[in-house]
């Protein structure tokens, strides 16, 4: 199953597409112009069926197979969001929305699995029915979650689950993946410390949420130190810390922290979530002040199904001569996550080459990943339902 020769002729299509959604970038939920041309695409592709509005601003595609006897459903994700950065790639196709960008590639993933479904919808050449699902809000809006509660994979009876995201610094058209564990939960936490201020000058009068909340930001450092098991991941990072004053002579009220997790396992989440809360509410204890803790769970652990995993490395490896299965776990987050808590399924990386970073005002999506991108896409919906 190599790259399919079809992507070669549909890439100028494909790219264009593309740079479109480049040019016109939109965060979070509010991609109407994306999910609109998306949805109008689908139907010039001829599929059986499209629906907007799933998870308020998702598209879902449905393509079935010239059989379908053997009742089987897959889906396919691609996320449509950008990011609230300004664009430094100097690109003609450069964004036209100043402040926003897409920075992480998800142009690059719609555009990849439409000209996948555009294929699948011309060939229909496997046993089933093919799922193609476009998310809105994966950059921190957990899209994916509020398209599986409003139904998406139980109304369309999806079965398995297949994504992938692109990968800078890792040759263009390579894949990397790996089974278990592979992108990390993403939680965040507020710490109001509440003291008693006054005059800078007569610190004994006070009760200084500056130095208790200073002593908490070390003191959470010892939970990845001293309460996770050395073989495990975990990151606890403080990440603003802001007072009620700004004046040099004056002791603040109030002192906010705020911060991320990032673990590779949910007893290890738990067990962080909880630990927060007493080192901070011990540390302000023990100073005479108050600490009140919020803690929001953002993205479960991105877990690929061991089976799954297997059947996407092959698929791969027809694909590409760059294949890695077992690479080591990536301390970002994914929503994805969301799906692969209801459905077996898996998630890979694809090379984007030495491009910069994600979330990075230079970074571009590398058009010559495409046509592997597709043929994986397209390759996962006939390996998992051959056609008899």
Request: with cysteine; charged share 20%.
């Amino acid at each position: 199953m190599p790259v399919k020769n079809r992507f070669a002729e549909l890439l100028p299509d494909i790219t264009a597409w593309r740079h479109d959604f480049h040019e016109h970038p939109e965060l979070l939920y509010e991609v109407h112009r994306t999910a609109g041309t998306v949805a109008r695409l689908l139907r010039e592709f001829g599929c059986d069926e499209v629906v907007e509005g799933i998870g308020r601003t998702g598209v879902v595609g449905v393509i079935r197979g010239r059989q379908t006897g053997s009742g089987r459903v897959i889906g396919l994700r691609a996320d449509m969001d950008a990011l609230p950065i300004l664009e430094a790639t100097g690109r003609d196709y450069a964004s036209k929305t100043a402040g926003v960008m897409h920075a992480c590639g998800h142009d690059g993933h719609t555009s990849m699995l439409l000209g996948a479904a555009r294929y699948l919808a011309e060939t229909r050449n496997f046993d089933g029915t093919v799922v193609v699902m476009f998310q809105p809000a994966e950059e921190g809006g957990r899209g994916a979650r509020a398209m599986v509660q409003d139904g998406v994979l139980d109304r369309f009876g999806v079965q398995e689950v297949y994504g992938l995201h692109n990968m800078p610094g890792y040759p263009v058209g390579g894949f990397a993946i790996r089974a278990g564990s592979l992108m990390a939960s993403a939680d965040k936490f507020d710490i109001v410390v509440t003291g008693h201020g006054g005059h800078a000058g007569r610190p004994h009068l006070t009760v200084d949420p500056v130095l208790i909340a200073s002593q908490i930001v070390v003191g959470l450092q010892t939970i990845v130190a001293r309460n996770v098991d050395p073989l495990a991941q975990a990151v606890v990072s403080v990440t603003s810390f802001r007072t009620d004053s700004d004046a040099h002579n004056v002791i603040p009220g109030t002192v906010r922290l705020r911060g991320t997790v990032r673990a590779l396992d949910t007893e290890v989440q738990d067990m962080i979530e909880r630990r927060i809360g007493e080192v901070a509410a011990s540390i302000a204890a023990a100073h005479g002040g108050q600490a009140e803790f919020l803690y929001d769970r953002g993205c479960p652990v991105t877990v690929n199904e061991t089976g799954a995993t297997a059947h996407a490395v092959a698929v791969a490896r027809g694909i590409s001569a760059t294949v890695a299965e077992d690479i080591a776990p990536i301390m970002a987050a994914e929503d994805f996550s969301f799906m692969l808590n209801e459905r077996p399924g898996a998630y890979i990386f694809l090379g984007n080459g030495e491009s910069a970073p994600l979330h990075h005002a230079g970074y571009d999506f590398d058009d010559e990943a495409i046509p592997f991108g597709c043929s994986w896409l397209a390759g996962m919906a006939e390996a998992r339902m051959p056609a008899g």
